[in-house]
């Protein structure tokens, strides 16, 4: 099984940018769908974008469009989560999650694999 391992979070000022990464351990992310969700204090997990196993469709909230871009290289088993012109209420922990299911990406729930997790907070 697939063991994805977030990195990359950080401190970043308003409008800056940061780039997330996952990498696949244990196995391939080549057959899975991966998404990125995220949760902050006191909050409920959200989704924040998610790609096919392609790469072929990917899908965003309507909270990042515009500002956030997922990308997959299959060859080398990673994600990747470009954010940019961040904003403080981007400030989570954001995990990566993968999974084999063909339905709705948007949903946690149907998420096999997760990760422990990236703090990304956005300073004012």
């Known amino acids: 099984q697939v063991q994805p391992v977030e990195s990359g979070g950080g401190l970043v000022q308003a409008g800056g940018s940061l780039r997330l990464s996952c990498a696949a351990s244990?196995?391939?992310?080549?057959?899975?769908?991966v998404g990125w969700f995220r949760q902050a204090p006191g909050k409920n997990r959200d989704f924040v974008v998610a790609?096919?196993?392609?790469?072929?469709?990917?899908y965003y909230a309507d909270s990042v469009k515009g500002r956030f871009t997922i990308s997959r290289d299959n060859a080398k088993n990673m994600v990747y989560l470009q954010m940019n012109s961040l904003r403080p209420e981007d400030t989570a922990v954001y995990y990566c999650?993968?999974?084999?299911?063909?339905?709705?990406?948007?949903?946690?729930?149907?998420?096999?694999?997760w990760g422990q997790g990236t703090q990304v907070t956005v300073s004012s």
């Open positions: 244990g196995s391939s992310f080549i057959s899975y769908s």
């Open positions: 999650a993968a999974t084999f299911n063909s339905g709705s990406l948007s949903i946690a729930s149907g998420y096999d694999y």
């Open positions: 790609i096919s196993w392609s790469g072929g469709r990917m």
